[in-house]
Structures are given as structure tokens and as C-alpha cells.
């Protein structure tokens, strides 16, 4: 893959939601992007791993914290999850820090930015959110982002940091230069378009 801009398809905390995921298919030909980030909670396997495949011929999967091993095993045996890797396609490095156990993913996550010569052209896929001001806001105004998260985000200024978990406050979000997307949960139809390069992005729901 040797683009120079990029668009994505973000989607996550599918909780087993088909329906959802086959209307989205039905949009595939209306929306424009390159790659399919799956930011984990899909809570099954079988014919969603399909379904994923027909929206995109690259996906990129960190697990959530309510996906177990059976399906995390099915994602790393496809080479779709990136959880603890750096991944590079085109000119973009994608680092995954996933959900299910996630102080091994960041730590090893961590480690493999530290290793990286060259820091530019990063995108953080995270199940879990940094702190942000609209973006990890859960139930009653409690913000659950994670501190290690907005750390690494102020650190080393990728483009974007991707994530889920937090259902109730799908939305855009910045620190500092990095673009913050959380696309919501696609059980409840939201999802987002995101423009890597000029750090914009666009949340959308199935309606």
C-alpha cells in the first residue's frame, strides 16, 4: 500500500450486533476509505469475522475488554489484530494497545515506541480512551479515560488516537495536535469516516 493520505472506517463495540454490521455493508459502496479499524467489543465470532472481511480487504483489530480468547485468536490468526504491534502501511504506523488485559498491551505497546526511529505518521488504535474534554464521558459526566493514554498522546503527538468503550459519548476530540475519534458503538448504529492526514474525521449513524 504506498498512499499518501488516507481514510479510514472506524467501528467497534459491536456486541454481537449483526444486524448493524450488515446495514453497514449495504453502505459499503457510498463511503470512502482505505482500511477498516475495528476497535474491539464484538463479542462473537463465526459469520461476523465474514461480514468484516466484506467491508474491508484490510482490517486492522485491537480486542476489547469484553472479547475473549477464542476470538482474539481467529483476528491474530487472519493477522488483522495489531494488539502490542507496530504495523505499517504506506507511510502511516499504526501501534495497537488493546482492552482485554491492558496494562501488558500498553507496556509492550510503550516499549515499541520507544524503539521507533523515525516518530512521525503515528496512529494510536486503543479499545480504551485518553482523557479528553467530549470523548470519554460515560454516565452521570464521569470522564474514564486513561491517564497512561493521554500520556502517550502528549508525548509523542501522533496523528490520531482511535478508540471505543465509551457508548455514551461517540465524538471528536483533540490533544493538543492529535485527533481523538471515538466512533461509538455500531450496535447502536454509530461509526466514523476518519481523514488520517488532515486529522479531521466525521461520525456517522445508521439510520
Given at each position: 500500500m504506498s498512499v499518501k493520505w488516507m481514510k479510514l472506517l472506524q467501528i467497534g463495540?459491536?456486541?454481537?450486533?449483526?444486524?448493524?454490521?450488515?446495514?453497514?455493508?449495504?453502505?459499503?459502496?457510498?463511503?470512502?476509505?482505505e482500511i477498516a479499524i475495528v476497535h474491539g467489543d464484538l463479542e462473537c465470532d463465526g459469520e461476523i469475522v465474514d461480514l468484516l472481511e466484506k467491508l474491508s480487504d484490510k482490517i486492522l483489530f485491537?480486542?476489547?475488554?469484553?472479547?475473549?480468547?477464542?476470538?482474539?485468536?481467529?483476528?491474530?490468526?487472519?493477522?488483522?489484530?495489531?494488539?502490542?504491534?507496530?504495523?505499517?502501511?504506506?507511510?502511516?504506523?499504526?501501534?495497537?494497545?488493546?482492552?482485554?488485559?491492558?496494562?501488558?498491551?500498553?507496556?509492550?505497546?510503550?516499549?515499541?515506541?520507544?524503539?521507533?526511529?523515525?516518530k512521525r505518521n503515528l496512529v494510536i488504535v486503543s479499545h480504551h480512551p485518553p482523557i479528553t474534554q467530549n470523548t470519554d464521558v460515560s454516565?452521570?459526566?464521569?470522564?474514564?479515560?486513561?491517564?497512561?493514554?493521554?500520556?502517550?498522546?502528549?508525548?509523542y503527538s501522533p496523528l490520531a488516537h482511535l478508540h471505543g468503550h465509551v457508548h455514551e459519548s461517540p465524538g471528536i476530540d483533540y490533544i493538543g495536535d492529535t485527533l481523538v475519534v471515538n466512533a461509538g458503538s455500531l450496535m447502536h448504529g454509530n461509526f466514523a469516516i476518519v481523514d488520517i492526514k488532515n486529522r479531521k474525521a466525521e461520525i456517522k449513524k445508521i439510520v
Open positions: 463495540d459491536i456486541h454481537c450486533s449483526l444486524k448493524n454490521l450488515k446495514r453497514l455493508l449495504e453502505l459499503r459502496d457510498e463511503l470512502e476509505y485491537v480486542p476489547g475488554n469484553m472479547d475473549d480468547v477464542g476470538l482474539i485468536k481467529i483476528f491474530t490468526e487472519k493477522s488483522y489484530n495489531i494488539d502490542s504491534k507496530l504495523v505499517k502501511l504506506g507511510e502511516y504506523y499504526f501501534l495497537g494497545i488493546g482492552g482485554q488485559n491492558f496494562y501488558s498491551s500498553y507496556t509492550y505497546a510503550l516499549k515499541k515506541l520507544e524503539e521507533m526511529k523515525e454516565f452521570g459526566g464521569i470522564h474514564i479515560g486513561l491517564p497512561e493514554l493521554t500520556e502517550i498522546d502528549e508525548k
